[in-house]
C-alpha cells in the first residue's frame, strides 16, 4: 500500500517576508553602527582631565567617577552625555566639579543615547550612599532624558542642570523643590534660544538661567564641532568658563 506524503506547500509570500527581514536587520544594524559613533572625537584637553591629580581621583568602570580625594564630598552630580557625544567629552567639567568637593559621575549610554537608559541614575545613587545630595545634568538630549528622570523620581534628586536642553513638554518643575538651571548659548544651532527659552515656564519660579552670549552647542563639551551648530563667537575656555561658574552655582543651591 503505498502512502501518500504530505507535502506543505512553500508560502507564496516567503521570499518577500525574508527580503522585508533582511531589510530591517540591515536598517537596525546601519543605526547601531551610526548611534554608536560619535559625534566627533574626544579633544586633548578633555583626554588631560580624564587622569587622576592633583586633588581628584578619576575612576573608569561602568562610569566615569571624579572624585575629591579628600573624599568628603556630600554632594554629587550625575552627568548624562549629549546625543552620540563621547562621555569622555564632559571630563573637563565634571573635573572642575570634583576640584570644587563634589562627587561627579558621568553615565555612558547605550549608543551614546540617553533616551536608553533614562534611569542609568538609579544605580549611581545606591552606590553612593554617602552622599546625601544629588543632582542630575546633561547636555541636550542628555539633558532632556536629566529631566525626564528629575520628574518621575523626586525623591531621588535635589537639583537639575539642564546644558543647552529644555524638558519634554509634559513635564512640569513649577511645584516641588527642586533647584533648576538652564544654560544655552545664543549661537546654538541645535537648541535654539527660542526653544530653550520657551521651557521657562515649566522650571521653578526661582530656576537661574545663563544665556551665554557667542555660545553655541559644541562648545558645552569638548569634542569638536558639530554638524547643525552655528560657529561660535567666544572661545570653549570661556564658554565652559560660564558653564562651571552655572553647575557650581546650582550645586551650592541644591546643598542648602
Do not use: C
Amino acid at each position: 500500500m503505498r502512502v501518500a506524503l504530505l507535502r506543505h506547500p512553500r508560502p507564496r509570500f516567503l521570499p518577500l517576508i525574508l527580503l522585508v527581514t533582511a531589510i530591517a536587520a540591515i536598517s537596525l544594524g546601519g543605526l547601531a553602527i551610526y548611534f554608536g559613533a560619535p559625534a566627533g572625537e574626544v579633544m586633548a584637553e578633555a583626554e588631560a582631565a580624564l587622569r587622576s591629580g592633583g586633588s581628584v581621583s578619576v575612576r573608569r568602570d561602568s562610569w566615569i567617577v571624579f572624585k575629591p580625594r579628600a573624599d568628603k564630598a556630600l554632594s554629587g552630580l550625575i552627568f548624562y552625555p549629549g546625543g552620540r557625544v563621547p562621555p569622555e567629552a564632559y571630563a573637563p567639567l565634571a573635573r572642575a566639579v570634583a576640584e570644587a568637593g563634589f562627587l561627579a559621575v558621568i553615565t555612558p549610554m547605550p549608543l551614546n543615547l540617553a533616551v536608553l537608559d533614562i534611569g542609568a541614575a538609579l544605580a549611581v545613587i545606591e552606590a553612593h550612599p554617602q552622599i546625601s545630595t544629588w543632582v542630575i545634568g546633561g547636555h541636550s538630549l542628555g539633558g532632556a532624558m536629566a529631566a525626564r528622570y528629575a520628574y518621575e523620581n523626586p525623591d531621588k534628586v535635589d537639583g537639575l542642570v539642564l546644558l543647552a536642553a529644555y524638558p519634554e513638554a509634559h513635564i512640569d518643575f513649577r511645584e516641588g523643590q527642586l533647584a533648576a538651571a538652564t544654560v544655552y548659548g545664543d549661537r546654538d544651532g541645535l537648541a535654539s534660544v527660542d526653544e530653550v527659552a520657551g521651557s521657562f515656564q515649566q522650571l521653578p519660579a526661582d530656576a537661574l538661567t545663563v544665556l551665554i552670549e557667542g555660545g553655541n552647542h559644541a562648545q558645552f563639551g569638548w569634542y569638536g564641532e558639530q554638524a547643525g551648530d552655528e560657529p561660535a563667537e567666544i572661545s570653549r575656555d570661556e564658554q565652559q568658563k560660564q558653564i562651571i561658574d552655572a553647575v557650581l552655582r546650582l550645586m551650592r543651591e541644591a546643598g542648602k
